[in-house]
């Protein structure tokens, strides 16, 4: 019997073509094409108009003018203001201690989820995603209801004899608070990329490497945490991007010296109505984070 004939390519192409066009044009639409806006505005200068910035683009004709006007002046002010250096520094330290912690906290929920019983998975995960029914600004509220030293746990703690009835809980407006804020509201997305590639794991392994007398101490960091590795490095960087940019909970949360790159951006933005610098800002931050993660994507790439 005759095998059938195989689609030819120009039948299959369009609609291959189009898989392949659609995420493309939903960066440029969405990634390349805010990025270039606010790269061309971060090289403007601030005015006292509407757009609060000059030059603006005027028509083909006045072309080299434009481009004559723009510089690198905004940049040059990062570099020799220490505030934007600290605001950077900062930053990277919080995000980067708060993915450690929703580590720590996320891969025991999520290896406890992947080895329950397949009945109660669903019920589990439900639990871990049902934050998300209500909204991030009243999660973020509540926490104030609770850290603030009159609040919920100072009452709580008095309650139970751990604090004497004229003393209070001061963690409100101080970095702990912020620490509690972000872990608590970025939990989920650590736990589900964590969950996803344990769930997968091949149980026969942990079985072989018992049955060869691995205690289970060893048999988790020479075959479950390096199995599981991708999903760790999911949820860091899930984790870790938008931290460094947080501006919500450092603002409700977070005291006046709790220094983070996202408050700076707002306080440029709206506050100063500098919007050049603010754009200088964001386009470093920008890169500070998108090419290091292109640069380790890649070298994945080539080590797979």
Same mark, same amino acid.
């Given at each position: 019997m005759a095998d059938a004939p195989a689609p030819s390519f120009a039948k299959a192409s369009p609609l291959r073509w189009l898989v392949v066009i659609i995420p493309y044009l939903w960066l440029v639409l969405? /990634?390349?094409?805010?990025? @270039? $806006? $606010? /790269?061309? *505005?971060?090289l403007s200068d601030s005015a006292i108009a509407m757009p609060p910035y000059e030059p603006v683009f005027e028509g083909f004709g006045k072309l080299g003018d434009f481009l004559s006007a723009l510089d690198f002046e905004n940049y040059q002010s990062l570099v020799?203001?220490? @505030?934007?250096?600290? !605001?950077y520094l900062s930053s990277l330290r919080i995000a980067?201690?708060? %993915?450690l912690l929703l580590l720590l906290i996320g891969y025991p929920m999520a290896l406890a989820m992947a080895r329950a019983p397949s009945t109660i998975r669903p019920t589990l995960m439900m639990m871990v995603i049902l934050p998300f029914w209500t909204s991030f600004l009243i999660r973020v509220y !509540?926490? *104030?209801? $609770?850290l603030k030293p009159e609040g919920l746990l100072t009452v709580a703690l008095q309650a139970v004899g751990l604090l004497a009835p004229d003393q209070q809980v001061e963690i409100y407006r101080t970095d702990y608070a912020v620490f509690?804020?972000?872990?608590y509201s970025y939990l989920p997305f650590m736990v589900l990329p964590l969950y996803a590639t344990l769930e997968k794991l091949d149980g026969t392994l942990l079985e072989a490497a018992s049955d060869l007398g691995c205690p289970p101490w060893k048999a988790f960091w020479r075959i479950t945490f390096p199995l599981s590795l991708p999903g760790v490095i999911a949820g860091a960087m899930i984790c870790f991007i938008p931290i %460094?940019?947080?501006f919500v909970i450092p603002d409700l949360l977070g005291g006046p010296e709790t220094l983070m790159i996202g408050r %700076?951006?707002?306080?440029?933005? /709206?506050?100063?109505r500098d919007w050049p610098l603010a754009s200088a800002v964001a386009v470093v931050l920008l890169l500070a984070l998108v090419v290091p993660i292109v640069i380790f994507q890649n070298q994945q790439q080539k080590v797979g």
């Open positions: 969405f /990634f390349a094409a805010p990025f @270039l $806006i $606010i /790269f061309k *505005i971060s020799e203001d220490s @505030l934007y250096l600290a !605001a980067l201690i708060s %993915t !509540a926490w *104030i209801g $609770i509690i804020g972000i872990v %460094t940019g947080e %700076t951006l707002w306080v440029e933005f /709206f506050g100063n």
